[in-house]
């Protein structure tokens, strides 16, 4: 196996057949706390993290410890992958350059699908948490969806600016939500009322009254942390910006997936110990926000609302940061209509930065935002997730078996286990989901493949 730790993701890019075109401006450390900003984990732990609290009760912190296995494994996959292939277009361009091209075709469609769906979501709960915060708003569908609207077109506009900007305020947005979240999971584990070995061996979950949570229950927890525990592939599509060796990208995505998985376990955790009362817990509409005023007051729940709030915005910006970039780098390898695709590729000339994809992105997401609820696309978004995870994992392992003395400054321990483990997980949540899902699943899949049928001869 040949190892050149000192190539850098420049000199890479060049040899993968690619002309440096983004503005390279962000160190490892950046790369990270952007990363970090899309994953949100404030954001994440009370807004997305309702979703497994009403499937699974207090069994979600068995199903976080399970879920932890799989994202160990897949950090390794995907750093493994990042530092031979550091790419814009992340877990787009690893299935790219591993797979045959109709899987690139149906990986370019699910991921869009849940970009929009990943940064509608978010806005919505932007939205529910100010109607939270101002109570003198009308209480209402038609107000939490025009409030998403105008959150996400702030935002999007933001992301229209140069990536130096965006940085900084992402970086300040990041600090603000990062010192809500210790304090939150310090001031809940300094009055927890129950532990963790009896949280853990007798779960409960509540439909309709307080029910003894079984194992399938816990599995199915596991699903929307897909959608919860996310947004660490982040560092992936920021590859072709940042400076330094090409195995810089692989250090980032590890320490970002393993901050996530810490970080909004430590959130939701500590809230399900420091509850008062299980059933007002697993019965109230906000279930953080009931801990958050048991142990901090009603100002501690002003306070968490408030960084919820910040963290949200931070978590648009840089998710809508990431995803263009993705969508960028479908359209450099013209895997759309010729016509979409010389549209999406272009790049502004004073900030370096595909305006054409951002767009495009914002205004796709609007559509869905005011379609949609919040809870129906976090369910659905787990599912894209793992099966985008499945095809990656498998051409991980096509990977090293067709290329043993490929450039790779990072190898996976112990290849293939945590592949195959990776493949596993993903599999089994394809498997458990309602027929509909399922469904849904399959409409995507043959769009990717339509959509091969129509564009791959023609644009290659």
């Known amino acids: 196996m040949i190892r050149i730790p000192n190539k850098t993701s420049e000199q890479r890019l060049k040899e993968l057949g690619y002309n440096q075109q983004l503005n390279r401006s962000l160190t490892t450390a950046d790369n990270i706390i952007l990363t970090m900003s899309s994953v949100s984990p404030l954001m994440a732990a009370f807004l997305l ?23 160990v494994s897949n950090s390794l996959v995907l750093a493994e992958l990042a530092g031979t292939y550091p790419l814009s277009g992340g877990l787009f361009s690893f299935i790219q350059m591993t797979l045959p091209p109709v899987f690139s075709r149906i990986s370019a469609c699910i991921i869009f699908l849940q970009s929009v769906v990943v940064i509608a979501s978010i806005a919505l709960g932007a939205a529910d948490y100010i109607l939270i915060l101002f109570p003198f708003l009308p209480q209402s569908r038609m107000a939490s969806v025009m409030i998403a609207a105008a959150v996400l077109m702030v935002c999007g506009f933001v992301c229209t600016r140069n990536l130096a900007s965006g940085t900084a305020t992402t970086k300040i947005l990041f600090a603000v939500q990062m010192g809500i979240l210790i304090t939150y999971i310090v001031s809940c584990l300094c009055y927890t009322r129950r532990g963790i070995r009896e949280t853990v061996l007798y779960p409960l979950y509540f439909r309709g009254e307080i029910t003894a949570a079984d194992f399938g229950v816990i599995l199915a927890g596991i699903t929307p942390l897909f959608c919860v525990i996310n947004g660490y592939d982040a560092s992936l599509g920021l590859a072709e910006e940042t400076m330094g060796e090409s195995r810089e990208i692989s250090k980032s995505v590890i320490i970002s997936l393993l901050c996530a998985v810490i970080l909004i376990g430590l959130g939701i955790g500590s809230s399900i110990l420091a509850a008062p009362d299980l059933n007002s817990y697993l019965s109230d509409k906000s279930p953080f926000l009931y801990t958050a005023q048991a ?166």
């Open 49 to 71: 993290g309702l979703s497994p609290i009403r499937i699974a009760g207090t069994a979600t912190l068995s199903s976080i410890v399970l879920f932890s296995v799989f994202a």
């Open 295 to 460: 142990v901090m007051g009603n100002t501690g729940k002003l306070f968490i609302n408030t960084g919820i709030l910040t963290a949200s915005c931070g978590a648009l910006i840089s998710q809508i940061t990431y995803y263009s970039r993705v969508m960028f780098s479908t359209a450099r390898d013209r895997i759309w209509p010729e016509l979409l695709s010389r549209q999406m590729v272009k790049i502004s000339k004073r900030e370096c930065m595909p305006y054409a994809a951002t767009i495009m992105i914002t205004v796709c997401t609007f559509i869905v935002v005011m379609t949609a609820s919040m809870e129906k696309l976090v369910e659905f978004v787990g599912v894209l997730i793992a099966f985008v995870y499945l095809m990656i994992s498998l051409g991980s392992i096509k990977n090293r078996i067709t290329k043993p003395e490929g450039y790779r400054p990072f190898a996976m321990p112990l290849f293939p286990i945590p592949a195959f483990i990776t493949a596993a997980y993903c599999s089994f949540v394809i498997l458990i989901q309602r027929p509909f899902i399922k469904v849904m699943l399959a409409i995507a899949i043959a769009g990717g493949i339509v959509l091969y049928l129509f564009t791959y001869k023609k644009n290659n």
